[in-house]
């Protein structure tokens, strides 16, 4: 009988070889499909809301504002909670990855467990997020198709058994056509599936991610139209002096992202600590937005109405600043308690609705400047920023999600403020802070407290290709041109560390066959040398490693500094990492079987 596992293993090779052995192409072929699934699937989810929507609250206006707030009391109170009733058990007994706002969830799985996603996540955030979202809980649905993409792309990925390097990429695939696909956004998609995701901006990546996500773009266009998802005015900047308010709205952003993260995650926390069953409580969070939603309706659903009058002027300004912590909190207890739904397009409306109530300050005390419609769509990007962590998203995303790009100076300079202010002020974005509390800290798309606990001695190579500086440059050349190294540590006549010679110090050398008898190593070697301990941590070796684009360590005793006991490269340390990887997601499997 032919062994499973060996089929399994032959499929992407097969590919493989069908396309002449171009492991580009096969990225780029599984790519296009990650990117068709996950257009259709952000169109069905899209849908799936609308049908959850109607069957709650019927279709008595021409926005869901108008028809949630015709709708009778006992609805508005109860349809939240039965929502949340509905998918408490399907969240806890079927996928439990399935709650809260799926960013997190996907950022986990690329980091810790090499992009593996159980299959049937994306069917049952589908499904919890559309009744979530569409009973009138307050959550974004970006998060949720993130999560949906994501999970496409690591079926296709585990499916064809493509190697954990590769498997990263295809979900970072379907979260950039999920996004692309849901907001008409396809350069936001990627910089969103590499900016928060995967946490780099690897060139290898690149190519499959734009592919997927220019695919679903336009899936997306076909069945639902290019437009933007935010039809706003054109507004401008007035004058250059204005730029002086936009920074100050970049800080106040950043308070604010704070203040939604802060308030989110404590909620979540206060959630985790009632003594009642886990799959109860969404209907509890569920009925505490309904409560809000009697007499601010504006705080159910995704919010794109709401939006749309902050930006067209259309709210006063203590609606304006009232909705900024009635969101807040609406979205705290529906996030907070269990529930399924996205914290962008939230981070968005908080955004409008702080920016706009600035504008309407800024403009009351300086009437040549901009009106409130302005700030209020700088301050959607500035406070995506400040809560995400994530700048360059944020500031694309606004120029596809509203079609203006006449606004771009005071929108990068209020994002990059914004994300200074709310990183300085607390560790961890809105996506990245649970895992801080489970003592996971992500940081360019790693688990730095592997780093962290890993020391030198677990990666180095004892092994050390030293060379005397006594030796003349033919015979160094030699030496150089076998090896694969490009940087050498340099010994004295007694075998201690005398210094570095670097493929720069003797490049311009390679061809001067008349100097070689002339010079040795010791004319070249530099002396000055950065060398670490045993004892060190494998993040601070690779600190040094990357900011000074170093090949290789040299290893030294610390109470003899001379003496060299091995070198670390930076090949050793990834190494190390990813072998501890594995063993942890081994433990892991074994502690849930």
């Keep these: 009988m032919t062994d499973t596992r060996y089929l399994k293993s032959i499929r992407y090779a097969s590919f493989l070889k069908i396309l002449g052995g171009s492991d580009h192409a096969v990225m780029v072929l599984i790519a296009i499909l990650v990117g068709v699934l996950s257009g259709y699937g952000a169109i069905v989810f899209r849908y799936m809301i609308r049908l959850v929507q109607w069957l709650f ?159 679903a773009t336009a899936v997306s266009r076909a069945h639902l139209g290019n437009y933007p998802a935010l039809a706003v005015a054109k507004y401008n900047l007035v004058a250059s002096w204005e730029l002086a308010p936009y920074m100050v709205l970049g800080v106040f952003c950043g308070a604010v992202a704070v203040l939604f993260t802060v308030v989110l995650h404590k909620t979540e926390d206060a959630f985790s600590k009632l003594k009642m069953p886990d799959y109860l409580k969404p209907a509890v969070g569920g009925l505490l937005v309904g409560l809000i939603g009697i007499v601010f309706p504006e705080v159910f659903g995704v919010g794109y109405d709401v939006m749309d009058m902050a930006v067209w002027e259309r709210l006063p300004w203590f609606s304006l600043f009232g909705l900024v912590f009635l969101k807040i909190a609406a979205t705290s207890f529906t996030i907070g308690s269990g529930g399924a739904g996205g914290v962008v397009v939230p981070s968005l409306y908080i ?40 700048p360059m998203h944020a500031i694309l995303l606004l120029f596809e999600l509203t079609g203006n790009y006449q606004i771009i100076l005071p929108l990068m300079l209020s994002c990059f403020l914004s994300y200074i202010v709310a990183s300085e002020i607390r560790k961890g974005s809105i996506f990245t802070l649970p895992l801080l509390k489970k003592g996971i800290d992500l940081q360019a798309g790693r688990e730095a407290n592997i780093m962290r606990y890993l020391k030198v001695r677990d990666a180095m190579a004892r092994n050390v290709e030293t060379i005397p500086q006594s030796l003349n440059l033919r015979e160094f050349l030699k030496r150089a041109m076998a090896s694969k190294h490009t940087n050498f540590p340099v010994v004295d006549d007694e075998g201690r560390l005398a210094g570095i010679v670097d493929f720069q110090d003797f490049k311009d050398l390679i061809y001067e066959e008349a100097l070689g008898d002339l010079i040795v190593v010791r004319d070249i070697v530099t002396e000055k040398v950065l060398t670490v301990t045993e004892d060190e941590s494998l993040e601070t070796v690779l600190e040094r490693i990357g900011f000074r684009n170093i090949e290789q ?41």
Excluded at 124 to 139: H, P, W
Excluded at 354 to 364: E, I, K, M
Aim: charged share 15%; with cysteine.
């Design 553 to 593: 360590l040299p290893v030294v005793d610390r109470d003899d500094p001379g003496r060299i006991v091995g070198v670390i490269s930076r090949h050793d340390i990834f190494s190390a990492y990813n072998k501890t990887l594995v063993k942890r997601s081994l433990g892991d499997e074994i502690r849930r079987v």
């Design 351 to 390: 955004g409008a609705m702080a920016g706009g109530f600035f504008g309407w300050a800024v403009h009351g005390l300086f009437p040549g400047a901009a009106t409130s419609g302005a700030y209020s769509l700088v301050g959607m990007g500035a406070l995506l920023a400040g809560t995400s962590h994530g």
């Design 57 to 215: 609250f019927g279709s008595g206006g021409a926005t869901f504002l108008e028809t949630v707030s015709a709708a009778p009391l006992y609805v508005k109170i109860l349809a939240p909670a039965l929502g949340g009733l509905i998918i408490g058990p399907i969240i806890f007994f079927i996928a439990r990855e399935a709650r809260g706002p799926g960013v997190t969830e996907t950022m986990e799985a690329v980091a810790l467990r090499g992009g593996r996603i159980r299959k049937r996540v994306s069917i049952v955030k589908i499904l919890t997020s559309a009744v979530c979202i569409g009973s009138g809980g307050s959550a974004g649905r970006e998060g949720p198709i993130v999560q949906i993409g994501a999970g496409i792309g690591s079926m296709c990925g585990q499916l064809l058994h493509v190697s954990t390097d590769r498997l990263r990429t295809l979900v970072a695939c379907g979260a950039a056509g999920g996004i692309a696909a849901t907001f008409n956004a396809p350069i936001a998609g990627v910089m969103f599936a590499m900016e928060i995701i995967l946490g780099n901006y690897g060139i290898s990546s690149f190519s499959p991610i734009v592919v997927s996500s220019v695919v």
